[in-house]
């Protein structure tokens, strides 16, 4: 099952690491069989405020989306993009098929 590793990034002051981070992290990505399905694309805010951009990563499986972030060459540029920016990094797993909306809810005790 999918997993996403989602970084919703607030500000980025996008100068020379933050390119470079751009530039090398396709590569970190590849050996895990990561791909972006968003990246900064347009926002329609519907509700709330909303600032910044969303980035969202698919992985085959929460445990390649871990080892990819924990992995030496995503940590040697890891830094380039948490030091010149302001955001939350997670990661999620996919619902399994079919989901519906009341399978999260827990019985009282």
Known sequence: MSAFAIAH????DFGADVVEY????DATL??????FVVHG??????EGDWVGDLVI???????QALEWYHS??????????TEN????????????HPHRATDVIVPAS
Do not use: C, M, N
């Open 41 to 46: 694309s347009e926002k329609t805010v519907l």
């Open 57 to 63: 990563i698919e992985f085959p499986s929460r445990g």
């Open 30 to 35: 590849a050996p895990f069989d990561g791909r």
């Open 85 to 96: 920016s302001d955001g939350t990094a997670i990661v999620v797993d996919e619902v399994a």
């Open 9 to 12: 990034l607030r500000s980025v």
């Open 22 to 25: 751009l530039e090398r992290i």
């Open 72 to 81: 030496p060459a995503y940590q040697d540029i890891v830094g380039l993009r």
